[in-house]
């Protein structure tokens, strides 16, 4: 361990028996000493940092063999490592779980992600942002009349049960030109479950599948039930895809036909059906579960804080007045709304971690105790892993970084301090879709209800701060997850 240490120049930091990218020193709460715990990066935030008075720290495993990995909160480091992709490419292999479909964008590197990220970019054009608009807000309304029937009064009890199928009906028409309804659906023939029910189950229980051993998905109902899922929607991708190739005259600009119909220059067809079910999969897990999150989250905030909804309310109102309907072009003047966005995104940032490897002996600038400019020794294969919360609730960046302040986004902020989406060549290529969708059903939903937090009588004598406590409490599974929810919609006159 002494002889890993000084390879990092002896940085200080946490040691812990169980090496942090074993998946169980993540997935159990914290034992003192034994591993970093559940959801470790979103409740420490910057306190470790802030302890050793430094953004660059270390953490070091002993097993199953001493290992030290860096952890980054320093906004000049991270902007060196995000776009040195050369220098510090993705480590694949502690995404290996994510592989389990096939080949895919989030778990590959070099020629084969350039590859990828080429036939899926058309996606994610102006084109179809615009149609992501146009069904997030149809989506919404469809569930404000199917759903809630217009109510005066509506009360949900965990509002993530709302923003995942939003989500996923988004996602759904976007990315494969399917389009899903609030109603019940028929079940195909060779088919045990809709469509709709088998997206449902693989993306929210998508690490069931991907931590449990074969063997172990036949134990409990509800694991045979993501099995089935599985399989399920594995078939009805197959049919999908002969479908589509059965059809070539179909023009579409959605992320399933970009994978489906991308050739080379001799015609033939650069994916294999492995390729093509693991890209829509891995796409549809990054995209689904961060986006219902976030949405979440964003309303939890809004009906704690009345006076920021009121302000969002507001600018809504002023840029929509008697219900207009605003089309996409006009999105970018929702400045509010995106500012609610934005400082959710800082406070709950969905994705905690963004681990880096180093493909050679290098070092990174940082500085030390006392302020001043130093360089850290990296040596090839040492991890360097970017702690997104520890970044989003730094003080050298953030004025008062615990309170919630949307106000911060509309004036000058420090945008290499702000990385819900990573940055550099890998940063996430679905930013404009969720932000398009995002605004779009916030729009619908703050223009005709007002929001606060559900009455339940057990919460009657609670405090406001045991309040924002209890409704923004989170977990963490496949990324950062609010734990329940409870809000109730009144009509707005
Ligand atoms: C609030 C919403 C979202 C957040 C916070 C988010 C965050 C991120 C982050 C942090 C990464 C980098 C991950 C890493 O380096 O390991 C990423 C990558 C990615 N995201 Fe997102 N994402 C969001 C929405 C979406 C959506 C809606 C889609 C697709 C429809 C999407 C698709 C992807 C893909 C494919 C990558 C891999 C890109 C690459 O490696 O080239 N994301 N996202």
Redesign the pocket.
Known sequence: VRRARKRVGNQPGRTFFLAAANILANFFPRVKYINTGLNWGFLEKHDIFAKHGQDVLSLTGIYPYPQVDILLADAGAVKEVTTCRARFP?PIEQ?GVLGFFGGN??VSEGNR?KKY?KI?APAFSDRNNKLVWEEAAQITEDMIEEIWHNGEIVHVNNFLEVTLPIALFV?GVA?FGKRMSWEDEEIPEDHSMTLKQALHVVTTDFIVRILLPNWALSLTRRFRLVRESFDELKQYMNEMIKERRNAPNLIRHDLFSNFIEANDDDGRAVLDEDEIVGNIF??LV??HE??AH?LCFTFALLALYPDEQEKVFRQINSLMPRGRKPSYNEMPNFTYSMAVFYET?RMF???NF??KSAAEDTSLSTTNNNGQPTTLPIPKGTNVTIL?PALHYNPRYWKDPHSFKPQRFLEDWPRDAF????AG???????K??ET??IAILITLVSKYKISVKEEPQFAHETFEERKARVLKTTTGFTLCPVRVPLTFTRRR
């Open positions: 993705k995404y964008i989030i992600w990220r899926s996602i990315g891995m796409f990054a995209g961060t986006t976030t995104l940032p969905p994705v963004i681990p997104v990385l819900p989406f990573s060549p890998r940063a996430c290529i679905g930013r879709f969720f969708e995002g």
